[in-house]
């Protein structure tokens, strides 16, 4: 299932990842991509929020490399790969053992070495200013069919 939706403002943004978060079982991954300044970040804060936990804690993980958030039905792990050039580094992370019971929201997520199959890839462009085009893609096989983002 792939769904495109216009935002003109943030909390557009992430009302989107608001809705998306109480449909994802543990083990999801959520694969971002987009520009500097696109709205990832603000994504994750919504999508923090539908999960339960305290969005205003969720913050850029850009030199941290992964945050994570508790307090929700389920922990959320956000990785930010942007200052991350070679695959061996991604794979020191771990995220594969970290993500168990967990979701990971992964920034720069086309810099993962190998895809999950049913990762969800949300596409923010800018469109303007304050605009932005978020394209969300579900695969078929998704391990879950409770809502719709």
Do not use: C, N
Request: hydrophobic fraction near 40%; avoid cysteine.
């Amino acid at each position: 299932m792939i769904e495109t939706f216009a935002s003109s403002s943030e909390e557009e943004t992430a009302a989107l990842g608001r809705r998306l978060g109480p449909t994802l079982p543990a083990t999801s991954v959520v694969l971002l991509q987009g520009d500097l300044g696109a709205g990832k970040t603000v994504f994750v804060r919504g999508l923090a929020d539908g999960l339960g936990a305290d969005a205003s804690e969720v913050t850029s993980p850009t030199f941290t490399l992964i945050q994570e958030y508790r307090g929700g039905r389920l922990p959320l792990l956000h990785v930010d790969l942007y200052r991350l050039d070679d695959p061996r580094e991604v794979d020191d992370l771990g995220l594969d053992e970290l993500g168990e019971g967990a979701v990971l929201a992964i920034e720069w997520g086309d810099k993962l070495p190998r895809i999950p199959r049913e990762a969800i890839l949300v596409t923010i462009e800018q469109a303007g200013e304050t605009d932005r085009r978020v394209r969300i893609e579900i695969p078929d096989d998704a391990a879950f069919r409770s809502g719709r983002p």
